[in-house]
């Protein structure tokens, strides 16, 4: 059982950044790969990025769209996972939603996730 709270969401003009938190309460996911998604409008669930804990240590990947200007980070001892967001643009703007599985069959597809947040709101402005 893992309950997920998102926060960090807000306004921000194009080229800013902003950090989104994941927190995790129930047990620890420190052993759990953690994702994000994002969901705007009129539009499916998409991909941003996964992080995940394996024998050699981190491991992250994330979509073509986002590579290069977000980062995902964990700090274990919080039961946190963040989202680091820099060169924002429009496109950008969504519900982001963190998201977390002991094993998930596929990083990138939100199906094989069995625990999410509620999401929280980033609106870049032109």
């Known amino acids: 059982q893992v309950q997920l709270v998102e926060s960090g969401g807000g306004l921000v003009q194009a080229g800013g950044s902003l950090r989104l938190s994941c927190a995790a309460s129930?047990?620890?996911?420190?052993?759990?790969?953690a994702g994000w998604f994002r969901q705007a409008p009129g539009k499916e669930r998409e991909f941003v990025g996964a992080?995940?804990?394996?024998?050699?240590?981190?491991?992250?990947y994330y979509a073509d769209s986002v590579k290069g200007r977000f980062t995902i980070s964990r700090d274990n001892a919080k039961n946190t996972v963040y989202l680091e967001m820099n060169s924002l643009k429009p496109e950008d703007t969504a519900v982001y939603y963190c998201?977390?599985?002991?094993?998930?069959?596929?990083?990138?597809?939100?199906?094989?996730?069995?625990?999410w947040g509620q999401g929280t709101q980033v609106t870049v402005s032109s």
């Open positions: 998201a977390a599985d002991r094993s998930p069959s596929s990083w990138k597809d939100a199906i094989s996730y069995a625990y």
């Open positions: 129930g047990r620890t996911f420190s052993s759990y790969t």
């Open positions: 992080a995940a804990v394996s024998w050699s240590g981190g491991i992250t």
